[in-house]
């Protein structure tokens, strides 16, 4: 804990922080895609240190962000889901939901805040998702000194400039730009001159660059997407179109690493590459796990994740002990206060970068008291019912209030979450209960309790 501080008192570094939209598990090179080109994640996958057991703290959009924003689980701050949470057909949904939350409240810290109090420029740049700036729940009331399209969106309104909707509705500081520009390099441009305006300033910066893609609507420049088109195809992974916005996202971390780079302040900048949530299926395939986006399986919140801290980070450096994006808030709390604070619910993960530990030991959550339409069969099933998870160890349980029952799995075993162990393991099945039991009576979780009247049956 000590060295930690003092680190942070010799050498403040700057930190950009690099999240996707909906990029799931295997989307990468580095992660074992047979058909998407990523030589620059793959680089910077082999320059920091690579997490096989990332998770997002909540399976879609607006949660997980929040979670990663605040460092608190989502009972916290009461963003559940993207509104509103009583999605899908209203016959089949047995209980009523709980009510969510769409922005993130004015009075829960953000880690915009926290490194503006620590004397870092701030930057937002991209989805924001949590808020709007004009009534203060954006970036720039919330420690962001500059905020370039951060807004209550959480698709784009449009991936080509002008960057408007038939709405007319469009994302702020876009204004100037050229015809058929594309919306992911433009933000990368945006990032880059806010690094190029704070790389030799009297204070570090802290960017958090938000790309909207591989989100939907599936579109890319078509000069890439003909690329793939005349690539073979691999057995899992197949869209050009989709192919394509993940190389424009490549490009954008290669333009990033490049710049830092060229300014010469590479030894002194975090890089972190992140998604807020699994691949969207079945527009991609997250292989070798089960499931997607939305869903309470691997596929929907296991993520990748490379961190690069110069001077902690071991290149090519693996670890496979379960981290999640709550966990991000409070390292870096650590990192520039020497503390943690009571509310967050992540946990430092310093000494798993620094190789001074290889595990840390606890238990991680997931609470999603709502309902979600399925992408498949006209949305008239599910991709998730109220449920709350855990993995403790190599075990996973999930926890679904319609009937109270249950399922288990054995993720060293079966990652493809198979076999459900639930009727064989049942003392497991007790113990993970409890646990979640007591999860929820400790951050005052809200659960699904009253019967919808309009429920007719399965």
């Known amino acids: 804990m000590l060295s930690c501080a003092l680190y942070a008192q010799n050498k403040r570094m700057n930190v950009v922080f690099i999240m996707a939209d909906d990029l799931g598990l295997n989307d990468t090179g580095y992660t074992g ?35 990663f924003m605040s460092g608190m689980y989502t009972p916290r701050h009461g963003i559940f889901t993207v509104s509103p949470p009583d999605r899908g057909d209203r016959t089949k949904r047995k209980l009523i939901p709980i009510p969510n939350v769409e922005d993130l409240r004015k009075d829960i810290p953000t880690m915009g805040e ?7 420029r701030c930057g937002h740049v991209g989805k924001w998702h949590l808020g709007d700036d004009e009534d203060g729940t954006g970036p720039l009331s919330r420690g962001f000194d500059v905020n370039v399209a951060g807004g209550r969106a959480g698709t784009p309104y449009s991936y080509y400039y002008p960057y408007c909707n038939n709405k007319g509705m469009c994302h702020i500081g876009l204004e100037k730009g050229k015809q058929g520009e594309y919306l992911t390099d433009r933000l990368t441009d945006e990032a880059v001159a806010f690094i190029k305006e704070s790389a030799h300033g009297e204070k570090p910066f802290f960017l958090y660059l938000a790309h909207h893609v591989v989100h939907t609507p599936i579109t890319a420049p078509q000069s890439i997407v003909d690329k793939y088109e005349k690539k073979v195809k691999g057995k899992y992974h197949t869209n050009s179109v989709y192919a394509a916005m993940v190389e424009t996202l490549d490009n954008s971390v290669g333009k990033i690493c490049g710049i830092i780079d060229s300014l010469g302040i590479s030894d002194n900048t975090i890089i972190i590459f992140n998604s807020d949530n699994g691949g ?13 986006k939305g869903m309470p399986y691997e ?61 840390i030991e606890r238990d991680l959550f997931w609470h999603f008291p709502a309902y979600l339409e399925s992408y498949t069969d006209n949305g008239k099933g599910f991709r998730a019912k109220p449920y709350t998870s855990v993995r403790s160890g190599k075990w996973k349980l999930i ?22 162990l639930s009727c064989v393991n049942e003392e497991m099945v007790s113990i993970l209960k409890k646990k979640i039991f007591s999860w929820i009576e400790r951050v005052n ?14």
């Open 280 to 292: 969207s299926e079945p527009i991609t395939d997250n292989y070798t796990v089960r499931g997607g």
């Open 399 to 420: 926890y679904y209030y319609e009937n109270e029952n249950t399922e288990l799995f054995d993720l060293d075993k079966d990652p493809l979450e198979e076999y459900d």
């Open 445 to 458: 979780a809200p659960v699904p309790t009253k019967l919808n009247p309009y429920y007719e049956g399965d």
């Open 114 to 120: 926290l490194f503006k109090r620590n004397g870092y």
């Open 299 to 359: 596929g929907g919140n296991r993520v990748p994740l490379i961190v690069k801290w110069p001077d902690v980070t071991k290149a090519g450096k693996i670890s496979d002990c379960p981290v999640n994006n709550i966990d991000f808030f409070s390292t870096f709390q650590m990192y520039l206060e020497g503390k943690i604070g009571d509310e967050l619910d992540g946990a430092d993960i310093y000494p798993l970068l620094s190789n001074e530990k290889s595990s």
């Open 33 to 67: 895609s047979d058909f998407y080109e990523t030589p620059n994640i793959d680089k910077l996958s082999e320059e920091g240190m690579v997490f096989t057991n990332a998770y997002s703290s909540a399976a879609n959009s607006a949660p997980s962000r929040a979670c």
